[in-house]
């Protein structure tokens, strides 16, 4: 039972340099969400997704973008990196909002640099 | 706004000692709350959670109580193993905000040493 799966793990990207984040995960949970952690910061919501085809803007959302094709698939797109996008970045997923009778399950994560 | 504020870390604590982890909240309405924990190398994970105030969430020895009149769900562990060495997140459900909007506080690294 693979639960969430990201990668890549790890990633340096120069300036300007674009790449996709992917997430995917094998539980058919309609909710999904991208969050990024900044050194000594709680997680901030990037962008989330309540079922296939539909995306909405989180708490920080400038310089990504998302697509969700398929319930199993939540890429994030940076397009253009620049160093304020260094971080690590989570995605996660649940059957329905967290806090009723489910809850969010986590991928390990992804460490991006951007120099 | 929602916030969630806990306190810093590292705390580093002998195998068997009691362990708490401060954690306040600013919230409008009633918002669920939760305890994540991050083991190194994993993503997080739920530990416990509490719905509304008063309410007791618990699981694997942790225990943490919704207080609305202090605005606080401190973690607390009668006695740490070495196994509980990870990073701890409280968290609130805002309601008010986006669908599924988990506010994380910074987490708090605990290392237990045997």
């Known amino acids: 039972n693979a639960g969430v799966t990201q990668t890549p793990k790890f990633r340096i990207l120069k300036i300007g340099q674009s790449m996709t984040l992917q997430c995917t995960q094998d539980?058919?949970?309609?909710?999904m969400y991208w969050y990024r952690q900044d050194p000594g910061m709680g997680l901030k919501l990037i962008y989330y997704?309540?079922?296939?085809?539909?995306?909405d803007k989180g708490e920080v959302p400038n310089g990504y973008n998302v697509s969700r094709s398929t319930t199993e698939d939540f890429p994030l797109r940076l397009e253009l990196a620049a160093p304020s996008q260094t971080s690590v970045y989570f995605c996660?997923?649940?059957?329905?909002?967290?806090?009723?009778?489910?809850?969010?399950?986590f991928g390990q994560g992804t460490r991006l640099t951007v120099v | 706004g929602n916030s969630v504020t806990q306190m810093e870390g590292p705390v580093t604590l002998s195998e068997e000692a009691f362990l708490t982890i401060n954690c306040t909240y600013t919230?409008?309405?009633?918002?669920?709350l939760f305890w994540y924990v991050q083991y190194p190398g994993e993503g997080l994970q739920l530990l416990l959670k509490?719905?509304?105030?008063?309410d007791k969430g618990s699981n694997k020895g942790f225990e943490a109580t919704y207080r609305k009149e202090t605005t606080s769900f401190h973690l607390e562990k009668g006695s740490v193993q070495v196994s509980d060495s990870a990073v701890y997140f409280c968290?609130?459900?805002?309601?008010?905000?986006?669908?599924?909007?988990?506010?994380f506080g910074k987490g708090t690294k605990l290392s237990v040493k045997p």
């Open positions: 996660a997923s649940s059957y329905s909002r967290p806090g009723g009778n489910t809850e969010a399950f």
């Open positions: 539980m058919n949970h309609n909710y």
């Open positions: 997704s309540v079922g296939a085809g539909i995306t």
């Open positions: 919230a409008t309405g009633y918002p669920s």
């Open positions: 509490a719905t509304k105030a008063d």
């Open positions: 968290a609130l459900l805002n309601y008010g905000g986006s669908q599924g909007n988990l506010i």
